[in-house]
């Protein structure tokens, strides 16, 4: 079966996303011109970003297994295609 997308839409698509990373860019160059505050609040932001990394890790760890027990049960059920399909999605 073959599905015609307009040439329109796949242009547009990509003006867009050309159009985000622009905007995504210039906020970023933006931000880092910013001043950081106060030795504290850059010792506090610290705390925060290591906090929040451990939690991240503690939260990925078991997610990443159960994703895994998932693929191997659908490739084991199913088909390998489907299990892949899984793990990109």
Request: hydrophobic residues 60%; charged residues 10%.
């Amino acid at each position: 079966m073959h599905f015609a997308v307009p040439t329109e839409w796949i242009l547009a698509s990509v003006a867009v996303g050309l159009f985000g990373l622009v905007f995504v860019s210039a906020y970023g160059v933006m931000v880092i011109r910013n001043d950081c505050g106060t030795p504290r609040m850059v010792q506090i932001a610290t705390y925060i970003r290591k906090g929040a990394i451990s939690f991240l890790i503690a939260e990925f760890i078991p997610l990443i297994l159960l994703v895994i027990g998932i693929m191997i049960l659908l490739i084991l059920l199913f088909q390998w295609r489907l299990g892949v399909c899984y793990v990109i999605g």
